[in-house]
Structures are given as C-alpha cells and as structure tokens.
C-alpha cells in the first residue's frame, strides 16, 4: 500500500523554464510534507516544506503548492536551473511522528 | 555546523553475518531516524530514536535492531544478513525547533554476497 505517490519517474525541462513535480498521497493523517532533491551514493537534500495550514510556501526558485481536498502537492522550479538535475523525492509525515513516508522519486533532467 | 555523518560509507558483508552502521547527528539533535533505501522498495523508514528511547518503529523485522547513547549518536544492527539487505542504508537527524525537517547524512552502502 504506497501512502505516497509520484507517478512520473523521470521528467526532462529546458533550462530557464519551470518544472513541476507532482504528488499524491492516500492518508488523510498526513499534516506535513517536504521535498528532498538527491544526487546519487548521497543522502537526500533538504528542499522545501509546507504544513496542511497552508497551501503555499515559497522559498527562492522553489514553491511547494499543497491541495489538500485533492491529497495532492506539486514543486515548482523557476527558473530551472542544470543544477537541479536530480532526482526529488517527496515525503510525508504526521507532525513529530518522525516517520518520513516517501515516494518513488521523479529524475527531472534540466537541458541546456 | 557539521552535517550528519555515518560510517562506514561502503560495506561488504557475507550471508549470515551481521553488521553495525554508526550514525552521529547535527549537534544538538535529538532525533535519529533511519531509512532504508533499495531499487525495488525506494526509501523505507526503520526506526527512529529520541533521548536513547526507540519512539517509532517501520515494518522491518526483528533483526534490524538500533540504539541511541547520550550524546545522540546512534548505532544500527543487523543481524542474520540476507541477500535482500544490499542497500543504501541513510540516517537522519531533526532538532527541537524544525522539528519536522530531517536532515540526512551520506548513508552507508551495504552489499550482501
């Protein structure tokens, strides 16, 4: 039963334009969220995080966007940059479960 | 601030053998956590230890054990190794104030022949 989904595995964007990763999750316990981006034979890399108050959250290039009717939240990478060729993980948690429940992973590739 | 680290980074175990992971948090973290993280299952939560007591547990069995000493650091064992244990195993470390946000080390990669 995979609580957290990310059904893109791999997404390719031209630099400078956006990327938009997206997930979805099934358990309605689930109050906070955050993205990992990672490189590999590495830990993940904090990105971003939103709590289920908001539904917006916006840190430099990136915003986590969560729709909470529709157990859904999206990244949003402007401009993308050939820095962020990674591969972003999204995870969920019940506030200080300390229990990350992840997703699959999607491997944005940012073309020149 | 020093990252998490873990050691080893790189592990070579044989079936049946057991092995010990170390993990040393950010300082002043009391959370550790760790995850497992393999091709077929992706990232999968362990365990999770705050002030040496285990709070969380994932669904792993009986010979995947931890411990946390009183300066945090934290150990993971397991026992009996299968074939189906190769994996980047990762540790993550939150403090009292961001409480929700974890922070991974390196991980340990674990190869099982």
């Known amino acids: 039963d995979q609580q957290v989904k990310q059904n893109s595995p791999s997404l390719s964007v031209q630099e400078g334009r956006i990327s938009i990763l997206n997930c979805d999750y099934t358990?309605?316990?689930?109050?906070?969220f955050l993205w990992y981006k990672k490189y590999p034979a590495e830990g993940p890399t904090f990105l971003i995080s939103i709590s289920s108050i908001k539904d917006k959250n916006e840190d430099g290039r990136f915003t986590v966007f969560l729709n909470k009717s529709a157990k859904h939240l999206s990244l949003h990478i402007v401009p993308s940059q050939p820095g962020d060729s990674a591969v972003y993980f999204c995870?969920?948690?019940?506030?200080?479960?300390?229990?990350?429940?992840f997703g699959q992973g999607t491997r944005l590739t940012i073309n020149p | 601030k020093a990252g998490v680290t873990q050691t080893p980074r790189y592990l070579i175990k044989t079936r049946g053998q057991q092995v010990t992971l170390s993990c040393s948090p950010i300082?002043?973290?009391?959370?550790v956590s760790w995850y497992q993280q393999t091709p077929g299952q992706g990232l999968q939560f362990l365990f999770e230890?705050?002030?040496?007591?285990?709070?969380n547990k994932g669904n792993f069995p009986g010979r995947f054990s931890g411990r946390q000493f009183s300066n945090s650091r934290s150990e993971m064992n397991v026992s009996t190794l299968e074939l189906g244990d190769s994996a980047l195993y990762l540790c993550a470390s939150a403090g009292e104030v961001a409480y929700n946000e974890q922070f991974f080390g390196p991980g340990t990669r674990l190869t099982v022949l």
């Open positions: 358990n309605s316990m689930f109050d906070y």
């Open positions: 995870a969920a948690n019940i506030q200080g479960a300390q229990k990350l429940v």
């Open positions: 300082s002043g973290h009391r959370s």
């Open positions: 230890y705050f002030s040496e007591t285990q709070r």
